[in-house]
């Protein structure tokens, strides 16, 4: 059994999930390479920094455990957030389950490589947060080569909780929506029950497990001896062992830890490959099943349906539908534009408490003479929030091997272009909109203000649109057998939000000298009104030769 | 009419998978493309559909350069490509509203077509119905749809028997002759040499990338100097080549 396991593993892996750089452009190589060589390090010694400046503050109060508490506390939750849509995508709606279903394999061996394999790709992101704490710690506290084997241990394991809590959520709610005729639509309702589900029960969590008086958490500071690496169990259960059995490696106490860090591991993971062998099955089977309604098409719902309409309109309106109906795009596409309000506002549903933050945050926006800012923060706000879409940026790429169907279309590449950065403008609007209401109602930012945002903040958004479909033309990932490949594991997304940064400049200029709403507003909108003309002749110009070039 | 004049096309700097090819389909005719797979076929169609880009020669579809005036060469085609897996999660009327907003179809025109031509193909009652949900000659069938919904003069179809239904397929090699006794062009490719013998008025045989043959099945059997079957000839030119 285990080995077919790991065999499905090594397989899944060959397969091309994560980056695969065959066939990838030399620009791509090297972007990725500047990632890896560069920015990785750099952002790794960076919090070597942090963690040394905290190191020598936490050790006066004998409190230097937290950091290692923190830091499997904080990558743990990140491992369960990313996990949930992870998860979704590999053992739901990869186009391999279908494959997987008539091999003789059970259930449990298909979950649990795929589970691997996740693990596997967790642990690159894990290892950027959590190894500069480690060796820092390690080399900070002068511990024992034990600390390092231990911390090993820790680090192994690290992913295995989170990722199997989310894996059962997931299962269990995939049981239960794969009962439908239509499918795609209960999954995707099922996706986003299942996100909320999950941010839900980690919030819930940090509050019942992590609610301690100020007193309390005084008296814990002043106790010294690492006390307080007991609330971080309150973030994330494991937290606590995985890190008192790094803080006293040299004591039997750390072993017995050790002890129960990696047994909660490994029990949490029976338990989900117990789950995985009654119901898995049940929730993959006739993943791509669609209802047939054979409905006879009378004439009036012909007249009503078969009416004429524009070339760009009909092309755009085409181009959400599919958005909105592919599972994996409408999760990674669509709802991400919904989401990041949900975000803030989940924490105020479960802790009424923060209710002041908020409270004293609107006091600050409220204060005169800073429009101007607000201005400039909403500008950045819309820069990241339509970025991080991914609409524009993939939209070349989810065209996959039918991109020939739009080369022998009668219509210019010119409106097409126009209608593929219309469907990722229209849904970046929305999270624009999204971000106003909140600040009208959450942060009591004032009708007029709103409405002169409002009035400009479509800019930033046309920007990352343009930008997003310019680099997708460049670079675009045709060659995919899964959709989550198109647009999940493309690193478009990621060069977009990069792109993000540039205007970003006008906005810290606002800050930076604390301009006056009607200068932030004259500066900022021409910085982006100068830009987006820029981009939109390099787009009809280069852009169009460049999608005349491409060919599947 | 299609007239290709010295089109090649190499890919990765290497395959050359069309090599110098001149071809000319008149008005009024039939043509048939065989070869065997990887000959040259599908690449050849996609060349004259538009979909890629020759590296040298000119095709022009009823006069008009595919490359100099592309949209209007691109209105004159009926293109079904060899794989009818596309817009799955469209309804069947959603695609059939799309292709004809693409091609300019006027509401009226596009009615009477969608009732004519999904009533002629058995598809009336699952254009309410998503494309993933079709079987593969179903989905075919909607494809083929929605490429006649224009009334395209030139019909460059790539394999389009493959999954139809013996009623469907007799159907539509019906309507390649009408359409082409109308005084328009069809082109098409086959494996299955039966219907290639049938329906088609000439034929060329691809192999590599070079037309090892064109003309009448006269033509042929006179070139071969025997009475046999196109697939004795067909197996023998492609032979001679390996």
Known sequence: ?552 | MIELKNVSKTYGGTVKAVDNLSLTIPDGEIFGFLGPNGAGKTTTIKLIAGILNADSGTILVNGRDIEKEALEAKKQIGYVPDTPNMFLRLKGIEYLNFMADMYDVSTEERKERIERLSRHFGMTDVLQDRIQSYSHGMRQKIVLIGVLLHNPPVWILDEPMTGLDPRSSFLLKEMMREHADRGNTVFFSTHVLDVAEKVCDRVAIINKGQILFCGTMEEMQEHFKKNSSLESMFLELTESEE
């Open chain 1, 1 to 552: 059994m285990k080995n077919k396991t790991l065999l499905l593993a090594r397989t899944l892996i060959k397969n091309g999930e994560g980056l695969n750089l065959k066939g990838s452009s030399t620009f791509t190589k090297i972007a990725i390479l500047i990632v890896f060589a560069i920015l990785i390090p750099s952002f790794m010694f960076g919090i070597a920094f942090v963690v040394t400046g905290l190191l020598t503050v936490l050790k006066s109060m004998g409190q230097e455990g937290v950091i290692l508490s923190w830091g499997i506390a904080i990558n743990s939750t990140i491992v369960f957030v990313f996990g949930i849509f992870y998860v979704i995508s590999t053992f739901y709606f990869s186009s391999d389950v279908e494959m997987l279903l008539p091999l003789p394999l059970k259930p449990r061996q298909i979950v649990a490589a795929k589970f691997l394999v996740v693990t596997i790709y967790e642990y690159f992101t894990t290892a950027i947060f959590f190894l500069p704490i480690w060796i820092t710690y390690g080399v900070y506290m002068k511990c024992s080569p034990m600390f390092y084997l231990y911390g090993l241990i820790v680090f192994l394991l690290l992913p295995v909780t989170p990722l199997s809590i989310a894996s059962v959520i997931i299962m269990i709610i995939m049981r239960f929506t794969n009962l439908s005729r239509y499918k795609d639509t209960v999954r995707m309702l099922g996706g986003m029950i299942g996100i909320f589900l999950g941010l839900g029960l980690n919030i819930v969590m940090q509050n019942v497990l992590g609610r301690m008086s100020p007193e309390e958490i005084m008296e814990l500071v002043q106790k010294g001896e690492n006390s307080l690496v007991v609330l971080t169990s309150g973030i994330f259960p494991t937290a606590r062992w995985g890190a008192e059995a790094m803080i006293y490696h040299n004591q039997l106490s750390g072993f017995m830890s050790l002890l129960i860090y990696a047994g909660f591991s490994i029990l949490i993971f029976m338990i989900l490959l117990w789950l995985a062998q009654l119901i898995y099955l049940k929730g993959a089977a006739g993943l791509s099943e669609t209802g047939s309604k054979r409905n006879k098409q009378g004439r009036k719902q012909l007249a009503e349906e078969a009416v004429r309409g524009s070339v760009i309109g009909t092309y755009t309106r085409t181009e959400l539908k599919l958005l909105f109906r592919t599972p994996i795009y409408f999760i990674n596409c669509v709802m991400i534009n919904f989401l990041w309000p949900i975000f803030i506002l989940l924490p105020l549903i479960f802790q009424p408490e923060e209710i002041n933050v908020i409270r004293e945050l609107s006091q600050v926006m409220n204060r005169p003479g800073i429009e101007g800012m607000i201005l400039a923060g909403a500008f950045i706000a819309a820069l990241f929030f339509s970025a991080s879409n991914g609409i524009t940026s993939t939209s070349i790429s989810r065209e996959g091997q039918e991109l020939f169907i739009k080369k022998y279309l009668p219509v210019s590449y010119r409106q097409q272009l126009t209608a593929k950065i219309l469907s990722g403008f229209l849904l970046g609007l929305v999270s624009v909109l999204s971000m106003i209401i909140f600040g009208i109602l959450v942060l009591k930012i004032s009708i007029w203000l709103s409405l002169l945002i409002l009035a400009v903040v479509w800019l930033p958004v046309l920007y990352t649109s343009l930008t997003g479909l310019l680099i997708d033309l460049y670079n675009p990932k045709l060659d995919w057998d899964s959709e989550q490949k198109a647009v999940k594991q493309n690193i478009n997304v990621l060069y977009n939000m990069l792109a993000a940064f540039v205007p970003a400049i006008g906005s810290a200029a606002v800050f930076i000298f604390s301009l006056s709403l009607p200068a932030a507003l004259i500066i900022l909108t021409l910085e982006y009104v100068l830009l987006c003309l820029l981009l939109g002749k390099l787009l009809f110009t280069k852009g169009v030769e460049r999608f005349i070039q491409l060919e599947v």
